[in-house]
């Protein structure tokens, strides 16, 4: 099937697209505005933050939900707006969509939150500038037990921790993920490698899809990037446990789902680093 070329893109599927140069803005102020109609918060007071410090909890025994508005409805465009261009709302609003089958009134006024947070920065998003090295990198952390103290304490889903990392494409993000982990860590170097290895697992096929798309582009093995990817991590543990040449006994109780990226690491395609280390290893990229 031939190819045609398309004019300069300015908008794709709800995404306002603009370009400077050699930098594109992404935003969707369009569908901001609709959340802030469907909510009824046009003359809303603005924040500054889209979460409070402290984390959204179940609150089983909380006011219920009352508002005019769709919960579900207004989370699914919330999470539109935060995977494709505003990772800065991407934790409030994952907190909120782990209750939209059951909804409370402390939940509704998260939600309000985010929406008098993105009503104060309607014209905001992603600042794409892509560098001259094209490659796959990422950073990744993790929130120990952060819901311990604020969820009923024999509730298992208190005392897991919290999931975060951002993929960089030619230093511009590329997939961003906020999530709580299904396993329970028993330690914050624990907690910490299980998000280092959930977030290589994104990594290891983004690789697989850039060598493909080279091989398409370039010809096969002419390939005009740095074939491996740094990983950047800030907890020592975790760094020198997925360095480390073979699995301990106190770490068996997750190295089958989570020890699947060492080999990676052995092989030099996946490069760890403390992510104070960032500007040092510039040098070798």
Not at 203 to 215: E, N, Q, W, Y
Request: glycine fraction near 4%.
């Amino acid at each position: 099937m031939p190819l045609t070329m398309e004019e300069s893109v300015t908008a794709f599927l709800g995404i306002k697209v603009k370009q400077e140069k050699e930098k594109y803005f992404l935003s969707q102020p369009s569908l901001i505005k609709k959340v802030i109609n469907a909510t009824g918060m046009n003359e809303c007071n603005l924040t500054k933050t889209p979460a409070a410090t402290s984390p959204v909890a179940a609150d089983i025994h909380g006011d219920p939900f009352s508002e005019t508005w769709e919960y579900a409805s207004i989370i699914g465009m919330l999470m539109f707006i935060a995977n494709n261009t505003r990772p800065d709302i991407a934790y409030a609003t994952h907190q909120c969509a782990r209750f939209t089958h059951a909804p409370k009134h402390s939940h509704a006024l998260a939600i309000k939150k985010i929406i008098r947070y993105l009503a104060g920065t309607l014209d905001k998003g992603l600042i794409i500038k892509p560098s001259k090295e094209f490659s796959i990198d990422c950073y990744a952390d993790a929130d120990f037990a952060g819901l311990y103290g604020y969820e009923d304490s024999q509730d298992p889903v208190c005392v897991k921790s919290r999931t975060g990392y951002v993929l960089l494409l030619a230093d511009c993000p590329l997939l961003w993920v906020s999530k709580l982990q299904t396993l329970v860590a028993s330690s914050t170097m624990e907690a910490e490698y299980i998000a280092l290895s959930t977030a290589i697992r994104d990594v290891i096929p983004m690789r697989r899809l850039m060598t493909l798309a080279c091989d398409t582009i370039f010809g096969r093995g002419s390939y005009p990037a740095r074939m491996y990817s740094s990983i950047f991590e800030d907890n020592n543990g975790a760094l020198q446990l997925a360095r480390a040449p073979r699995m301990t006994p106190r770490t068996k109780h997750y190295g089958i789902r989570y020890h699947f990226f060492r080999e990676y690491v052995n092989n030099g395609d996946i490069r760890l680093f403390k992510v104070d280390q960032r500007k040092s290893c510039r040098h070798i990229y």
